[in-house]
Nanobody, 119 residues
Framework: VQLQASGGGLVQAGGSLRLSCAAS????????MGWYRQAPGNEREFVAT???????NYGDSVKGRFTISRDNVKNEVYLQMNNLEPEDTAVYHC??????????????WGQGTQVTVSS
């Protein structure tokens, strides 16, 4: 299962960006898709996840500002980021958890997309 993220860039504080991540390859089911981020010198931080059925969880630092959504037909997950702050600057990685056709569990990561928020 390959994940390709896009949509990062440079934006001023208070602005918005929308990240996309497309899954390709073959699998039995993708249960959860989500986003994590990592700023230089920091640990990887949970941002948001969404289940196949639409159940959503957000990290405390993004609640009320970010919205995760998912298209199960296109096998894509999105992250709408509003009211961005300089503290949101990081490489954003998408993530997928599920089962391969062999019923082997997988947890795969995309290559990351840089988000930079200027003050």
């Amino acid at each position: 299962v390959q994940l390709q993220a896009s949509g990062g860039g440079l934006v001023q504080a208070g602005g918005s960006l929308r990240l996309s991540c497309a899954a390709s390859g073959s699998w039995f089911v993708i249960n959860d898709m989500g986003w994590y981020r990592q700023a230089p010198g920091n640990e990887r931080e949970f941002v948001a996840t969404i289940s196949q059925g639409g159940g959503i969880n957000y990290g405390d630092s993004v609640k009320g500002r970010f919205t995760i959504s998912r298209d199960n037909v296109k096998n894509e997950v999105y992250l709408q980021m509003n009211n961005l702050e300089p503290e949101d600057t990081a490489v954003y990685h998408c993530n997928a958890v599920g089962l391969l056709a062999t019923m082997t569990p997988f947890r795969n990561w995309g290559q990351g997309t840089q988000v930079t928020v200027s003050s």
